[in-house]
């Protein structure tokens, strides 16, 4: 299962080597970390739950660890592999970067993302930073069977109706569905807000 995912996946994945080609006429302002963890079962996607506060358009949302550049970061993918130790202590030098997805906008925010995914070579240990209320792995073999369901989500703005995908009680919506159905090689019809 491990290989055949991956050799399929692969097949969809831009080359991660320093941010070639990336974006040249619009760049990037951020970049998540994909981890996919080949020993868990289904291939299991590695997602945070971000901490509920105020000010953060995000809050409380379903996310892939990552964040915008940082002046110290020479790349994009040295973008992914920060945020991905400051938020879940994962150290992602040692794993394989499999490639990049294509670049996506989220939405409401006029920001682009450079979704870099990687795959670990050996199980790994998780410890939340501040801004992460609770992370938690997730069957790709499992979303990939889920079925597309409307959801009530509540935003900055009020309330707003979304596609998404269900997982023990948590709703995964708006950009990180986008990137889980590029991830598995769906078509996203959603037009949601963020």
Not at 128 to 137: H, I, L, P, Q
Not at 148 to 170: F, H, M, P
Request: with cysteine.
């Amino acid at each position: 299962m491990v290989n055949i995912f991956t050799d399929s996946l692969r097949s969809r994945l831009l080359p991660a080597k320093d941010d070639v080609g990336i974006g040249e006429d619009n760049p990037p302002d951020a970049a998540v970390a994909v981890i996919i963890d080949p020993f868990r079962l289904g291939n299991s996607l590695l997602l945070i739950r971000r901490r509920e506060r105020s000010g953060d358009p995000w809050s409380g949302q379903i996310a892939f660890p990552g964040g915008h550049k940082a002046t110290c970061d020479r790349t994009f993918l040295e973008t992914a592999i920060r945020e991905a130790n400051e938020e879940v202590g994962i150290l992602l030098e040692p794993h394989s970067v499999l490639g990049i997805l294509p670049l996506i906008d989220a939405r409401s925010r006029r920001i682009r993302v450079a979704p870099f995914v990687f795959l670990l070579r050996e199980s790994v240990k998780i410890h939340t930073n501040m801004e992460v209320a609770d992370a938690f792995w997730a069957p790709l073999s499992e979303l990939a069977s889920s079925t597309v369901i409307r959801s009530e989500v509540q935003i900055q703005e009020g309330k707003l109706t979304v596609d998404s995908y269900k997982y023990r009680g948590n709703v995964i919506w708006g950009l990180t569905f986008r990137i889980i159905n590029m991830l598995l090689g769906k078509k996203s019809e959603s037009t949601d807000y963020l």
